[in-house]
């Protein structure tokens, strides 16, 4: 049974890196599918941040771009997410899910981390 | 990009149906049959509905459908439930590897 995990800290600071990681248990992280990252601000809807793929290709949010890195270690079956200079904006669950490469949609999701940005 | 206009409810009696629509413009919802949708109870990770904007995944009740017309898409549910109370989001391919959520939908089973 394939499983997704977020991990990382649940407090950042403002103007600091946030990075999570997302564990995939039960599958080859390099296998044909593809790797994304979605937060949730309290109380609001869903922001796709960007995705990977196994050839190592990204792709990322354009309201986002510029801060934003999504990398794969397919050592230890897990990919990341990194946002910089985060700003309380950036207080969400933020979630990794899977998606099958060829389609854009994601039918697996970690159950969600909350990560908050204060001081 | 703005993000996909969806009501921000929707309500219905146990046993009726009901739609949520999902307006986008001709760069994402009108010019790919790439709709997902989303459901979400309170606490939960979202859950894979509706993609490729009918389909419905293994596992899903058949009381959940997709459609789309023009620049709208549509989810409908039927024979409406309790449990069917939750948030709804949709989700479109938007072109140059990119994807873009609606606001959400909140249902209310009365």
């Known amino acids: 049974q394939v499983q997704l995990q977020e991990s990382g800290p649940g407090l950042v600071k403002p103007s600091e890196t946030l990075s999570l990681t997302c564990t995939v248990s039960?599958?080859?992280?390099?296998?044909?599918?593809?790797w994304g990252w979605i937060r949730q601000p309290p109380g609001k809807g869903l922001e796709w941040i960007g995705s990977?793929?196994?050839?190592?290709?990204?792709y990322y949010n354009p309201s986002l771009k510029s801060r934003v890195t999504i990398s794969v270690d397919t050592s230890k079956n897990q990919f990341s997410l990194k946002l910089t200079y985060v700003t309380a904006a950036d207080t969400a669950v933020y979630y990794c899910?899977?998606?099958?490469?060829?389609?854009?949609?994601?039918?697996?999701w970690g159950r969600g981390t909350l990560v908050t940005v204060s001081s | 990009q703005s993000a996909l206009t969806q009501p921000a409810s929707v309500s219905g009696s146990p046993g009726q149906s009901i739609t949520i629509s999902c307006t986008g413009t001709?760069?994402?919802?009108?010019?790919?049959?790439?709709v997902s949708w989303y459901q979400q109870h309170p606490g939960k990770a979202p859950k894979l509905m509706i993609y490729?904007?009918?389909k419905r995944p293994s596992g899903v009740s058949n009381r959940f459908s997709g459609s789309k017309s023009g620049n709208t898409a549509s989810l409908t549910i039927s024979g409406l439930q309790a449990e069917d109370e939750a948030d709804y989001y949709c989700?479109?391919?938007?072109?140059?590897?990119?994807?873009?959520f609606g606001g959400g939908t909140k249902l209310t089973v009365l």
């Open positions: 990977i793929y196994h050839s190592g290709s990204t």
């Open positions: 490729e904007d009918t």
């Open positions: 989700c479109s391919y938007a072109g140059s590897n990119t994807l873009l």
């Open positions: 899910a899977r998606g099958t490469v060829g389609t854009w949609y994601f039918d697996l």
């Open positions: 039960g599958y080859s992280i390099s296998s044909y599918y593809y």
């Open positions: 001709s760069s994402d919802v009108g010019n790919y049959n790439l």
